[in-house]
Antibody
Framework: EVQLQESGPGLVKPSQSLSLTCSVTGYSITSNYWGWIRKFPGNKMEWMGYISYSGSTSYNPSLKSRISITRDTSKNQFFLQLNSVTTEDTATYYC????????WGQGVMVTVSS | DVVMTQTPVSLSLAIGQPASISCKSSQSLLGTSGKTFLNWILQRPGQSPKRLIYQVSKLYSEVPDRFSGSGSETEFTLKISRVEAEDLGVYYCWQGTHFPQTFGGGTKLELK
């Protein structure tokens, strides 16, 4: 069974970087696409970007140059880094597989606050 | 970006009643491949989103057949033939045809 699990700090200070890990079991990240999606307070969802089976990436232009998605194939993990965070980045962050999100992690709530 | 508009914002239904959720896109979601990448997901209270439907009408294997998806171009519908207690939560439509992928605002299904 494919399982994804996010991990990372739940509190980040403004202007610092948010770093999250998605650990995948039951499927290799060298196949398919692997993305990050966030849900803001109040239900709005935003697709942030993905890393492909080959390691290529695609990012939502709304995040400009703040976002980076990388991976460690030896650990079957992929990572999200979001720089220069503000309170508007407070959200629950999910990792998911594929273009249609056929598997999702449990999510990690991240609060940006001093 | 493609704007996805879901209606209604909330639904209050009794068990056994039918449900219908509309999702309209600001551009046609028919891709150059001839496929339409319109998905539906459900987020139950306290849980992560779960897959329901992909490419407009294709149900994932574990999804009960009381769910159905239809539509084309810019107008799509999710229907539940008879609502059950496990169906409560927030439903989202989500397009993957155009970059960047975008979501509808969500429809909250509550039980009456």
């Amino acid at each position: 069974e494919v399982q994804l699990q996010e991990s990372g700090p739940g509190l980040v200070k403004p202007s610092q970087s948010l770093s999250l890990t998605c650990s995948v079991t039951g499927y290799s990240i060298t196949s398919n696409y692997w993305g990050w999606i966030r849900k803001f307070p109040g239900n709005k969802m935003e697709w942030m970007g993905y890393i492909s089976y080959s390691g290529s990436t695609s990012y939502n232009p709304s995040l400009k140059s703040r976002i980076s998605i990388t991976r460690d194939t030896s650990k079957n993990q992929f990572f999200l880094q979001l720089n220069s965070v503000t309170t508007e980045d407070t959200a629950t962050y999910y990792c998911a597989r594929g273009y249609s999100g056929d598997y999702w992690g449990q999510g990690v709530m991240v609060t940006v606050s001093s | 970006d493609v704007v996805m508009t879901q209606t209604p914002v909330s639904l209050s239904l009794a068990i056994g009643q039918p449900a219908s959720i509309s999702c309209k896109s600001s551009q046609s979601l028919l891709g150059t491949s001839g496929k339409t990448f319109l998905n539906w997901i459900l987020q139950r209270p306290g849980q992560s989103p779960k897959r329901l439907i992909y490419q407009v009408s294709k149900l994932y294997s574990e999804v009960p057949d009381r769910f159905s998806g239809s539509g084309s171009e810019t107008e799509f519908t999710l229907k539940i033939s008879r609502v059950e207690a496990e169906d409560l939560g927030v439903y989202y439509c989500w397009q993957g045809t155009h970059f960047p992928q975008t979501f509808g605002g969500g429809t909250k299904l509550e039980l009456k």
